[in-house]
């Protein structure tokens, strides 16, 4: 396997466009997706978990549920078409626009939102842009379309692989937006990704949902799980691999998780407002599930996020969150240490305090990308889990998001 | 049942005092606190639920469980003492210290302490000061005990009641600390209340366990389950009301209701940051405990927090947080109001949005105290949660605790 260029147009036969349809002021700002195949193509999806949902995850979830197919996406920036009385049809109407305007059916249109909740969804601006969103596919529109779906997001966040199947040369390539109520349960924020592979649905959906639990749900920003999360896979054979090998499964698997763990990071690192990439690797653990579990709570403390924009080594607040996380955890046995490409320091050994330089710490702390790395001493369980640091700017950014 | 002065030197035959012994560098920051009853006291006590428990969290549960009996309370602020090796060793020195000085079995001293994580406890400005804090001892010493406990706290949190037993005029006080590192499980910060009720230790522990359930359970400032919460109850008798009616039980937990209540509103208001105190009552829940869920997840979303801060009628993120909470909860009838001292605004009706004035929202949320009124019509649930709003001051301050 090799890291290519290209995003979600990276495979044979996608095309995508992003462009400015004025749901955002800002003109520069791109808010309209469309990512399309030119021939049928597998589909596979994960939702948010939250009882809220919006319009067009319920009806994007209807669509690849029906046939396990899709072979277009559609997705604007600036408003998440949720918690309105017009949202369905709304959504409907944007899957409807893409047909009329590519012969797509429309039950095989993938439908995202991203923004604001509670506003109704200006259609007009969408259908007025449809001509010159279709007109502008292209072969190489990935990163115009990972541009048009940003928020908050301060970078594009694209990723592209080529590998082989039964001795033919596949690829697969996703870009993905979250920077803000970043918190997923069985899904993540706005993740799309296209194969030329061939892969029947069910083991598209298959390889994606084992995918997501190491992945897109070990991210946190701000422990707020969206209403509008949403993972699709596309694949739509054109690299022509016959039936898949439980090896072809694995290399398929593998191509996925070099996809997925790299914009997850992408997600972390770009949280809102963040300076810092927090990486937690939990090892020795009971179970799997324990090291999850403790992971993911250390880098959700507000605590320990604004300890890290502070560079301040205060590790009892990583051994607080092991201890509040409802894992099981032998406290007396728990290990701390801080890494980064400044060095590492040891600040805990079984549950107790070690000496350490202040100023060693804070040099290994000033970077932008940090690994807590905690050994329970208990199992062979492990888990990794991404976040970021808990700055000014997070607040600032959420304190007046809509105006 | 009136409210009087006093905090917890209000109830007769308990005296408090607190001095700077030198744990923290600032001179004028008073830092250890002793609380002391004349004669035997029923006792009663809830403890953090982390699996990480400071020193003094182990050393006074099982001092407390042995007879249900305390006469004294101890506490130091600015070294938490807890994940050190020595930490039980200076726990139990701590109350020992009393008992020389005071000739309490140190059996009978419960002890706490609140401050960093992971650094060894200095005894020896502990020891020194004992002279002086005992000589200090005095029947209006509750404002200085409240002071020597802060850390964080820009407030001292004390609440005194004036109440009837069987004809006997009972008082009760307590005093609080809490900023950071507030969203108890069990129990909360450190909380002791003392009241001259003759109460055995069953009842005054059953009346505690209920109360701490709908008080400071349903506290959140930061999502950070502390290591160190505690509340401490001491009942001395000196009221000498006799056995207690079931009425007389009511008034009891009535008088601590009064008190925990309040103190549960100081420290979600005096949360580390805080401009805000933030109130979110649901009602027409399933369940009592579906409200209870629903309420502190509204509470502790960081989005909705940074919304409050920037009075951004973002009801968005209510919906969402209670839509990830967990509470069983029909997501199409929910309805939003904020309201306060400058009057009241409802956003969302049966799930959407309905209009209301910007303007008019502005100003609600620009006052100190904001309700938050979700209905969910789905049954006689019912729960409040308080907490606060997410400032720049709270990354300010946990971005550099420990220097």
């Known amino acids: 396997m090799k890291i290519i260029s290209g995003g979600v147009t990276a495979a044979k036969g996608f095309k995508a466009a992003g462009v400015h349809c004025g749901i955002r002021r800002n003109q520069s700002k791109k808010d309209l997706a469309l990512i399309v195949s030119e021939c049928e193509a597998s589909a596979a999806g994960v ?31 600036g408003n998440a078409n949720t918690c309105c009385a017009d949202g369905i049809e709304k959504a409907e109407r944007m899957c409807a626009l893409v047909s009329g305007h590519t012969g797509i ?26 001509p ?17 779906i940003m928020t908050t997001d301060t970078k594009v966040k694209e990723r592209a692989v080529e590998f082989t199947l039964g001795g033919k040369i596949c690829r697969m390539g996703g870009i993905a937006k979250g920077s803000g109520m970043i918190h997923p ?9 296209t194969t030329d592979a061939a892969v029947p649905a069910g083991t598209l959906q298959k390889i994606l949902s084992a995918d997501v639990r190491d992945t897109f749900n070990m991210v946190s920003v701000d422990g707020d799980t969206s209403t509008s999360d949403m993972v699709i896979v596309l694949a739509n054979g ?87 996380s409802g894992a099981n955890v032998d406290v007396s046995r728990v290990d701390v240490s801080f890494e980064s490409s400044a060095g590492r320091v040891d600040v805990c050994r079984m549950g107790f305090g070690v000496e350490f330089s ?24 492990s888990a990794t889990a991404w976040g970021c640091d808990l700055t000014y700017d997070y607040v600032r950014i959420n304190g007046d998001y809509r105006t």
């Open 47 to 77: 939702y948010t978990s939250n009882l809220v949902k919006g319009a067009p995850v319920m009806v994007t979830m209807k669509h690849i549920a029906a046939g396990g197919k899709a072979r277009a996406i559609i997705c604007n920036s």
């Open 105 to 130: 059916a429309a039950e095989e249109v993938a439908v995202a939102s991203t923004g604001v909740i509670g506003q109704s969804l200006p259609i007009e601006p969408i259908e007025n842009a449809m």
């Open 132 to 148: 010159a969103l279709v007109a502008a596919l292209s072969a190489d529109g990935s990163g115009d379309a990972a541009a048009a």
């Open 185 to 193: 349960n069985m899904a993540t924020m706005l993740v799309f990704v």
């Open 238 to 324: 054109k690299a022509e691999n016959g039936p898949l090998s439980e090896a072809d499964e694995k290399e398929l698997a593998a191509a996925l998780r070099e996809i997925t763990g790299y914009l997850c990071k992408m997600i972390a690192g770009d949280g809102e407002g963040a300076t810092k990439l927090l990486e937690c690797s939990v090892t020795g653990a009971a179970t799997d599930g324990d090291a999850r579990i403790a992971a993911k709570s250390v880098i959700g403390s507000s605590l320990f996020k604004a300890a890290m924009f502070g560079a301040d080594a205060n590790w009892g607040r990583v051994l607080c969150a092991v201890g509040y």
């Open 358 to 381: 202040e100023e060693e710490a804070k040099k290994v702390l000033s970077e932008s990308e940090i690994k807590i790395l905690i050994g329970l001493n208990s199992g062979s369980g």
